[in-house]
């Protein structure tokens, strides 16, 4: 959703941070309930998709640096008119 609204970069940022949010919630929510289960998390094996969200949140760190960066592009072009 968020790829379609190129042209409200303060709107992408403010979705991508959310996102950020939802993630870490997310992620903490799991590790709570994974403890509530009965073995607990000391014998689960943990595979890739335990780092998936520290991912995802990379990612949009990335994405909001690029954000930022066609910010400065539009200003330094509306500059030269």
Request: aromatic residues 14%; contains cysteine.
């Amino acid at each position: 959703m968020n790829i379609f609204n190129y042209k409200k970069r303060s709107f992408q940022k403010r979705i991508a941070v959310l996102s950020i949010i939802l993630i870490g919630g997310f992620a903490f929510w799991c590790s709570v309930y994974a403890k509530k289960l009965p073995g607990g998390i000391e014998g689960a094996s943990f595979g890739i998709g335990a780092y998936l969200p520290a991912l995802a949140i990379l990612f949009v760190v990335l994405a909001i640096f690029g954000i930022n960066k066609d910010e400065r592009l539009i200003r330094s072009a509306e500059r030269l008119r």
